[in-house]
Nanobody, 125 residues
Framework: QVQLVESGGGLVQAGGSLRLSCAAS????????MGWFRQGPGKEREFAAA????????YYGDSVKGRFAISKDNAKNTVYLQMYSLKPEDTAVYYC??????????????????WGQGTQVTVSS
């Protein structure tokens, strides 16, 4: 069993920055990938970023590429999402996800079998 806890959300003005954290606990030794998805009001869940736990390779959705950076700290079992140049369109609940599967796409929610509770990010204009 794996538990994920997100933190770092809040209110920020357009153009500002935030860093989200996701701490994993429990049976994390089988982690294959961790990612961030987001869901804004009235919108579908959208892929934001992911990272391979083994290699550190990173993957980004088109809407955040060039503005967001995902990273990990293996010793702390923690993944971060550094967000720059935030826009009102980035307003959403951000969910951390973990996959123990070696198969599937980094970009697709169905690969991930553990999810955090979400943290709210609100960007004002």
């Amino acid at each position: 069993q794996v538990q994920l806890v997100e933190s770092g959300g809040g209110l920020v003005q357009a153009g500002g920055s935030l860093r989200l954290s996701c701490a994993a606990s429990g049976r994390t030794s089988s982690s294959s990938a961790m990612g961030w998805f987001r869901q804004g009001p009235g919108k579908e869940r959208e892929f934001a970023a992911a990272i391979s736990w083994r290699t550190g390779n990173t993957y980004y959705g088109d809407s955040v590429k060039g503005r967001f950076a995902i990273s990990k700290d293996n010793a702390k079992n923690t993944v971060y999402l550094q967000m720059y140049s935030l826009k009102p369109e980035d307003t959403a609940v951000y969910y951390c996800a973990l996959s123990t599967n070696n198969w599937g796409s980094y970009y697709v929610a169905g690969r991930y079998n553990y999810w955090g509770q979400g943290t709210q990010v609100t960007v004002s204009s």
